[in-house]
């Protein structure tokens, strides 16, 4: 059975096989923190779709943004939002099994990440959301992240140190930043800009897709290309949502799930390609040749800490995988 088919059983076995007809419309409402011109725009939008249409329209997705990711799945797992689509930064909260994917230099590369998150190994993961009241139903992508500052630029692991940088709420990645000797700040997204402009904070780190989206060059100067750690994203839903679904209308979630993986990477991936030319036109000044080795280096103590304090396990065989 392929991996993706073992997916859907999952999903059907998270949500309770005894579901019963949906109502003449029922209405999913997806929160994701990004415009709509953007990666996870494109995945709600494949979904809505792709649900609506194989639904007949028995169902209506509503897709509103909230900046506030810890928010929106606080508000799915008691179930006054239906679905979440945004990184994993703030999910460890919830399920602390989803940290490992946050570690630092973990995947070499987007086919190594996309590889390893959809085998056997990351459906282990999503497993591991039911006892919270979730289901995590299909891994998604943020991207690799990136540094941006107003202060200077960054060449070095040296030139992080002393530097305001805003994170998410991940504990995985505050870790990072103070081994660099920065300051980690951690602030919901919807705070971001507002504390950029004011001085709060120095800097921030995203993909370069959140970047352009969100014109966070008109608030910093400089980008250094460190991808010093991939930021996964996922598809989270309320069980009791889904089990609301016939067998046949989960099955038909699942499908448009993979329409939404789909989306969101294909997005990610031409994002990438034009987004780094586009903020230098709009001003930016670029560090391009970074020494991955280095920062490597400057975070063994983090490393250390995390396979003590992480599933040692589930990280070599993220870290080791390769393509069959």
Request: aromatic residues 6%; neutral net charge.
């Amino acid at each position: 059975m392929s991996i993706a088919r073992r997916a859907a059983f999952a999903l059907l076995a998270a949500a309770g096989l005894a579901g019963t007809p949906a109502l003449a419309q029922t209405t999913i409402t997806i929160q994701h923190p990004l415009p709509t011109n953007s990666h996870y725009g494109a995945g709600a939008a494949a979904l809505k779709e792709s649900f609506e249409r194989a639904t007949g329209g028995r169902y209506r997705v509503n897709i509103q943004r909230n900046d506030n990711e810890r928010e929106i799945v606080e508000s799915v797992q008691i179930g006054t939002v239906e679905c979440y689509i945004g990184s994993t930064g703030p999910v460890g909260n919830f399920v602390p099994a989803v940290r490992v994917v946050d570690v630092p230099f973990l995947f070499r590369d987007y086919a190594h990440a996309r590889g390893a998150l959809d085998s056997e190994v990351g459906q282990q993961i999503l497993a591991q959301f039911q006892p919270r009241g979730l289901v995590g139903v299909i891994w998604l992508e943020n991207g690799f992240r990136h540094l941006t500052n107003s202060r200077r630029e960054v060449n070095a692991p040296a030139d992080v140190r002393g530097l305001k940088v805003r994170t998410m709420e991940n504990q995985v990645h505050m870790r990072a930043f103070s081994t660099l000797g920065a300051l980690p700040t951690p602030m919901a997204f919807s705070e971001l800009v507002p504390a950029l402009q004011q001085g709060t904070v120095d800097g921030q780190e995203n993909p370069i897709p959140v970047i352009v989206a969100n014109n966070l060059n008109q608030v910093q100067r400089y980008l250094t290309l460190t991808g010093h750690v991939y930021s996964p994203g996922l598809l989270i839903c309320n069980p009791a949502m889904l089990q609301a679904m016939t067998p046949a209308d989960r099955a038909a979630f699942m499908e448009a799930a993979r329409a939404a993986q789909r989306a969101n990477r294909e997005r990610v991936s031409a994002d990438e390609a034009s987004g780094v030319d586009e903020l230098r036109r709009r001003g930016m000044q670029v560090v391009t040749q970074v020494d991955t080795a280095a920062f490597q280096a400057a975070l063994a103590a983090a490393f250390a800490q995390y396979e003590r304090e992480l599933d040692a396990a589930t990280l070599r065989r993220l870290r080791d995988w390769q393509p069959g």
